[in-house]
């Protein structure tokens, strides 16, 4: 951000410039995928780490609000428990990875309690969430 800061003549012209500005957020597979397997599951359990991931995100959400960022696009985790990659190297039965799925669907419950806090809390409204699943 400090790059793209320094381009503008005024503090203020970078702000109004990020209020204008739609924010797509796609976040967490490789979170709640991989580096869930290979580093967190060990430490800690699904519920925790989404937790802890969910703050993190919030985080970032209120900096980038904090600058002047006022409209986002936030897209859920994407189905990873039905991607082809873990349909082919994990041990499952039925149409797609359960363990993985579930996973998957306690961070998005959350993200969506997240994103209903911060709009009532900080008065943006989302202009769109992708849910890439509700099956």
């Given at each position: 951000m400090e790059d793209l800061k320094s381009t503008f003549d005024s503090p203020e012209?970078?702000?109004?410039?990020?209020s204008?500005?739609?924010?797509?957020i796609h976040h967490a597979d490789n979170?709640?995928?991989?580096?869930?397997?290979?580093?967190?599951e060990k430490r800690?359990?699904?519920?925790?780490?989404?937790?802890?991931?969910?703050?993190?995100?919030?985080?970032?959400?209120?900096?980038l609000y904090t600058l002047g960022a006022r409209k986002f696009f936030v897209s859920n985790?994407?189905?990873?428990?039905?991607?082809?990659?873990n349909i082919n190297t994990k041990n499952h039965s039925g149409p797609c990875v359960?363990?993985?799925k579930n996973r998957v669907s306690v961070y998005n419950d959350l993200l969506l309690g997240l994103l209903a806090k911060l709009q009532s809390t900080l008065h943006v409204k989302p202009r769109s969430y992708v849910r890439y699943f509700g099956f």
């Amino acid at each position: 951000m400090e790059d793209l800061k320094s381009t503008f003549d005024s503090p203020e012209g970078f702000t109004q410039y990020l209020s204008k500005s739609l924010f797509f957020i796609h976040h967490a597979d490789n979170d709640l995928g991989l580096t869930f397997e290979a580093e967190m599951e060990k430490r800690y359990s699904i519920d925790k780490y989404a937790e802890l991931l969910i703050e993190e995100f919030s985080k970032q959400l209120k900096i980038l609000y904090t600058l002047g960022a006022r409209k986002f696009f936030v897209s859920n985790v994407s189905p990873l428990g039905c991607s082809p990659f873990n349909i082919n190297t994990k041990n499952h039965s039925g149409p797609c990875v359960e363990e993985i799925k579930n996973r998957v669907s306690v961070y998005n419950d959350l993200l969506l309690g997240l994103l209903a806090k911060l709009q009532s809390t900080l008065h943006v409204k989302p202009r769109s969430y992708v849910r890439y699943f509700g099956f």
